[in-house]
């Protein structure tokens, strides 16, 4: 089964809170029963400190309906577009606020053979909340959604529940080092599901919403079943000296190690066999190979794999394993990505970031750094960023970050023939934030649909009709202040 990963991760910190929600069902019985937190400390050496105070899990009894009614009014409200538009010359310092997170879904198989354990892990970065300032402390407060249908969208499961975060630091406030994670377990029949999961700032009532199919029709259909494959970024030694893991969520690889592990589970009647292990480019050319022999109980097998990295760039990658135990055999694959301390955690690829820049780069400084070489390319790019760098004193770049999380929220909202950045409404997104007001008209007798977005703080209304029918907002007068030289 496999799974789409759509966002870099943060880079992992020395100590963070873990919370897992279990859930003790049968695959009937949909209810949720029990919820627990658990805390882990993680003492290695990293790049961040958080410290998080009065988090808490609040069940469907204890949760006020007002609050309910919100969130499910922001996930109506989350599928409509919203955005916004500045001359080439804009200053970029407006905040859009919208929350930006990271998810991964692992499946993993049972022994039964009649249910899938979903373990669904959702990061929250500190600068993706509205922190407010009480006494001596700065507070955030969020809610996280997470909902299961099936194909007739008849709702499997959900849960809905409140975090609070605390620090005494306001630079944690804004850092992108510093997350939330959550992790919740789901006990599910082993069909096609489609997965909802939204972010709701409490303070700001802004959310973000992620979708995905998860298709575990035909996850017992042989012999052997493997579940999805999980990136491990390192692990450590507790005081107590046992092992953990410092999972990487959505697969991103920051540290500098040359070594990583994947994880992964596999379900069989037992017997002798062999591993196989290859790391591909996105374009499916075989970049390493490995068989290791192996011996597997009758069950489930855990397994755990340490890939050397010394020779991958910076870059997306597939690992593909495959299992054969006997004359049967089964494959699973993932997307990882490896990538730069002090880069911002939402570009996955140095070439597409270059593109992306026309917005705010002349013609010039965008051939020049695709006409580099590898890393000099890598070097131009990264002084671009910080002759902008409003806090140059730290290892945020806020303007980066807000920057490529504006282009994410495009391409996530306005891609339709062209990729949401491109687009008109992408490109008056990225450059002003999100409108201070939208007026929608899908549905005029005498026009075609249109939408008027307004910017109150800086004067400007910007109106896109939908021409073809089909969804592709343009403006109506096109924006020329040297903007479109650089398309």
Not at 80 to 101: A, C, L, M, T
Not at 223 to 238: A, V, W
Not at 297 to 320: A, C, H, P
């Amino acid at each position: 089964m496999a799974i789409t990963y759509g966002l870099p991760q943060m880079m992992a910190p020395i100590w963070f809170v873990l919370r897992i929600i279990t859930r003790n069902t049968t695959p009937s019985q949909m209810d949720w029963q029990a919820t627990s937190s658990i805390k882990y400390k993680l003492p290695v050496k990293m790049s961040g400190l958080v410290q998080i105070a009065g988090s808490h899990a609040i069940n469907g009894d204890g949760m006020r309906i007002n609050s309910i009614l919100i969130f499910f009014t922001a996930i109506m409200l989350a599928f409509q577009p919203v955005s916004g538009k500045n001359e080439s010359r804009v200053k970029y310092n407006e905040k859009s606020d919208i929350p930006v997170f990271y998810y991964d879904v692992i499946a993993y198989p049972i022994e039964t053979r009649d249910s899938v354990r979903l373990e669904v892990t959702i990061k929250v970065p500190f600068d993706a909340v509205q922190f407010i300032k009480k006494g001596r402390i700065f507070v955030a407060k969020y809610e996280i959604s997470i909902m299961l249908f099936d194909k007739d969208e008849a709702k499997v499961a959900s849960k809905i529940w409140r975090q609070e975060l605390s620090t005494e630091s306001f630079e944690e406030t804004n850092s992108q080092e510093l997350f939330d994670v959550n992790k919740v377990v789901f006990k599910v029949l082993p069909n096609k599901l489609f997965l909802t999961i939204g972010v709701l700032d409490l303070d700001t009532k802004k959310s973000s919403f992620r979708k995905k199919t998860i298709d575990a029709s035909d996850f017992y259909r042989k012999g052997i079943t493997l579940s999805n494959i999980r990136i491990i970024e390192q692990e450590f030694q507790t005081k107590e000296g046992e092992t953990e893991d410092i999972e990487s969520v959505e697969g991103t690889i920051t540290n500098s190690k040359l070594e990583f592990q994947a994880s992964f589970d596999v379900l069989s009647d037992g017997g002798k066999g062999k591993i196989d292990y290859s790391i591909k480019d996105m374009k499916n050319a075989v970049l390493f190979s490995e068989s290791l022999n192996d011996s597997f109980k009758q069950g489930v097998s855990k397994r755990k794999l340490t890939i050397n990295r010394s020779d991958l760039g910076f870059s997306k990658y597939r690992l593909e394993i495959t299992v054969t135990i006997g004359e049967e055999k089964v494959s699973n694959e993932c997307v990882f990505q490896l990538r730069w301390l002090g880069m911002s955690k939402l570009i996955d690829n140095l070439d597409n970031a270059i593109e992306q820049l026309r917005y705010i780069a002349s013609s010039k400084e965008i051939k020049a750094m695709q006409k580099a070489k590898p890393e000099e390319k890598k070097d131009k790019f990264v002084n671009f960023w910080k002759s902008r760098d409003p806090t140059p004193g730290t290892n945020e770049n806020e303007i980066m970050n807000e920057y490529y999380k504006r282009v994410m929220y495009s391409n996530e909202h306005f891609s339709g023939f062209l990729e949401g950045w491109k687009t008109d409404m992408g490109m008056v997104f990225i450059l002003f934030g999100p409108p201070s007001d939208i007026e929608r008209h899908p549905f005029e007798i005498q026009s075609k649909p249109y939408e008027i977005w307004y910017y109150y703080e800086v004067n400007r209304t910007f109106v896109f009709v939908d021409q073809s029918g089909f969804g592709d907002y343009r403006l109506l007068t096109p924006y020329y202040e040297n903007i479109y030289e650089r398309y």
